[in-house]
């Protein structure tokens, strides 16, 4: 038996063998319409991977996109507003975080500007949330705004008190964070311990990538991308193979050249972001669950199917499945058998997820979507992939000529209105940077009197174009987007056909450009707001003790999650080219 076994490791040792030998002995795949072989270093090096579905990044879970009714599950207009009017929409596949951003993800996230900024303390303060917001004038909260943040036994409850703006930086952050990890723990970039100078190997300059401990200029992925963040102690030891034929050795003496990850490998991952609300509200239904053969079987008023708020589940018949307020005084049930068993806010993975796999999608606390307000935002939008709130940015060229963008002094890239709906000509790009160099450097006034590098603003906030009323413009739009082409156009279109009157805003009205939409209902919410057709707002720069967020992140590719497990037409590769002489 045991020569047996031994005969028969030794054959599967030899197939497997022989498998990789055929493997790599494989044709280069080819161009469909040159007949060139892909990833030939002698023919020019393109090099082209093997197509595949990409993962979600951490914390996502995949959201099949597909038709639904926008507004279709509201069952009354609870805010008498009449704002959310029955659409038939598409929403496109995506993925979506299973839960709210929780206090310890926020924590993670402070800890890291203060040790890559531990100088520059304007900066962390606008990264805390307001604490504040749990005060009332006749309730003892105090020991919320103390411990609500920092407390271990919070840790896993949902942050609250961020404003939009904060939650718009985080997933900007994290999106950083998680790409860097992605090229570090891969070999792309120098590992955590080398770059830290821990590791043995050289440590990365200062201001160039490094890990963390006061590096001016932490990674960037849209820099990265650029090929602005390479070099000795920030290059991996496994980076990308680059096959094209004028490149040249890293070291610049012996060795095969290497080049940093583009976007074309597929080894990045896209931005986080908000998801837009009718993301929000599609993900939320979860209608994926009654659906057969697109046929769905039963609509939904909650996450959850049936009309009731309690489990009708034998083990857990009677209990909420939300965290909400029953009534007025009536928070979390009675002493000795808490029906929801939280006060305020519940640990972010708690009650039953929805048929996508997404937590407290219906109360615990509202949730920021990237949507700009507007009464009538379901009859105004697209029906594919509806949204209001685009203001189209560029990345400012710093050195056009080299292809070098424009950094901040947090070495991400300055992004400026768009000038064009369309691309610019090359003549029109560079003179609109030369320009920009120009008033840019006028306005330029470092601390040490040194001028700054050509297209590098002193306060890349704020807009160093002259601003002016022009026909076809705003008033205060900078006078290069105006005149960019000899024509009209402004980047934001978030208003598209929607004028908004400064004057009436805080008297009649308080809906501007500020004004974001917030889905979900909260812990300190009745009933009628668990429905994922209301939609409320707030300013911006606003918070509350009943508002958090989860963030999203686009889907590239196929649309369909598990296209295995259903019919469809096979994908046909072309057939292989072979050059014959008459």
């Not at 203060?114 to 749990?134: C, F, K, Q, S």
Request: proline share 7%; charged share 25%.
């Amino acid at each position: 038996m045991y020569n047996m076994n031994r005969n028969f490791t030794r054959c599967a040792f030899m197939i497997v063998g022989l498998g990789i030998m055929l493997s790599s002995c494989s044709k280069h795949p080819q161009s469909a319409k040159t007949g060139m072989k892909y990833n030939d270093k002698y023919n020019g090096g393109f090099q082209v991977f093997k197509k595949t579905h990409p993962a979600p990044g951490p914390g996502l879970v995949p959201i099949e996109g597909g038709t639904f009714v926008l507004g279709g599950s509201a069952d009354q207009d609870v805010s008498f507003d009449y704002n959310n009017i029955r659409r038939r929409v598409t929403v496109p596949s995506f993925y979506m975080d299973d839960t709210e951003v929780a206090n310890v993800d926020w924590l993670e996230y402070l800890h890291w500007l203060n040790i890559n900024y531990p100088g520059d303390r304007e900066l962390y303060y606008n990264a805390l949330p307001d604490t504040l917001v749990w005060r009332k004038p006749l309730s003892y909260n105090e020991p919320y705004v103390d411990n609500y943040l920092r407390h271990p036994a919070f840790q896993d409850y949902p942050v609250v008190g961020v404003t939009w703006d904060q939650a718009q930086e985080y997933c900007t952050w994290r999106t950083d964070r998680m790409n860097e990890n992605i090229l570090r723990e891969s070999g792309q970039l120098a590992t955590w311990k080398d770059a830290s100078g821990k590791g043995g190997g050289k440590k990365a300059p200062a201001g160039v990538a490094a890990a963390g401990g006061g590096s001016k200029e932490p990674f960037n992925t849209d820099i990265y991308l650029n090929g602005q963040i390479k070099g000795p102690g920030v290059d991996g030891k496994h980076m990308m193979a680059d096959l094209n034929p004028n490149a040249k050795p890293t070291d610049g003496k012996k060795g095969k050249p290497t080049r940093t990850v583009g976007m074309e490998d597929g080894i990045l991952k896209q931005a986080y972001r908000l998801p837009s609300e009718a993301e929000w509200e599609y993900a939320a239904l979860g209608l994926v669950g009654n659906t057969e053969n697109e046929n769905i079987t039963d609509g939904k008023m909650y996450p959850w199917n049936g009309m009731g708020l309690r489990s009708p589940k034998k083990r857990t018949r009677g209990l909420m499945l939300a965290n909400f307020k029953r009534g007025d005084g009536d928070n979390m049930g009675v002493g000795g058998y808490l029906n929801d068993k939280a006060d305020i806010t519940a640990p972010v993975r708690s009650f039953v997820p929805n048929d996508f796999g997404l937590f407290n999608m219906a109360g615990n606390v509202n949730e920021w979507t990237a949507d700009t307000y507007r009464q009538l935002s379901f009859e105004d939008v697209d029906d594919f992939n509806p949204f209001r709130g685009n203001e189209y940015k560029d990345k400012r060229m710093a050195d056009p000529e080299k292809g070098l963008l424009a950094k901040d002094k947090y070495g991400r890239p300055i992004k400026d209105a768009s000038k064009s709906a369309k691309k610019q000509k090359w003549s029109d790009l560079t003179v609109a940077q030369q320009q920009a160099a120009t008033v840019n450097n006028a306005n330029a006034t470092p601390a040490n009197g040194a001028a700054l590098p050509a297209g590098i603003a002193a306060n890349p906030a704020t807009p160093t174009t002259a601003a002016v009323t022009t026909p076809g413009g705003a008033p205060g739009t900078p006078a290069d987007v105006i005149k960019a082409g000899g024509k009209a156009y402004t980047a934001d279109q978030r208003g598209f056909e929607d004028s908004t009157s400064t004057v009436l805003y805080g008297v009649t009205t308080l809906v501007n450009d500020h004004s974001k939409v917030y889905k979900g209902g909260s812990w300190n919410d009745r009933a009628m707001w668990l429905n994922p057709a209301t939609r409320r707002f707030m300013d911006q720069d606003d918070a509350s003790a009943e508002v958090g967020f989860r963030c999203a992140m686009t889907m590239v590719g196929a649309t369909e999650i598990h296209p295995d497990s259903r019919p469809h037409f096979v994908e046909r590769k072309p057939k292989p080219y072979k050059a014959k002489a008459k």
